[in-house]
């Protein structure tokens, strides 16, 4: 299937489905984390999809794409370190 809109990449669609989970998650979390924790968690995790986005309008540049893909994996990784 050809790739038209960043919809279509499968990169964009489990990371806004992740994004989705966390935030889901995060609700879930003791009163006492719920201002720091999980805002720095929701945001970060939202932040994948939305640099995934950002950089598909940017693709006509090969390296502003790969800028904004290395933002996403840098929000992926404060992701995870927040669930660590």
């Known amino acids: 299937m050809p790739i038209r809109t960043y919809r279509d990449l499968d990169v964009f669609r489990?990371?806004?489905a992740a994004a989705l989970d966390v935030s889901r998650m995060a609700k879930r979390f003791?009163?006492?984390e719920q201002y720091e924790l999980a805002r720095?968690?929701?945001r970060a995790a939202r932040s994948i999809p939305a640099n995934i986005v950002e950089?598909?309008?940017k693709r006509a540049s090969?390296?502003?794409f790969k800028?904004?893909?290395q933002?996403?994996?840098g929000s992926c990784d404060?992701?995870?370190c927040g669930w660590n």
């Open 40 to 42: 720095q968690l929701r």
């Open 30 to 32: 003791p009163p006492v």
């Open 67 to 69: 800028r904004y893909l």
């Open 78 to 80: 404060e992701t995870r």
């Open 62 to 64: 090969t390296p502003e």
């Open 55 to 57: 950089g598909w309008g």
């Open 71 to 73: 933002i996403a994996i």
């Open 14 to 16: 489990e990371s806004y």
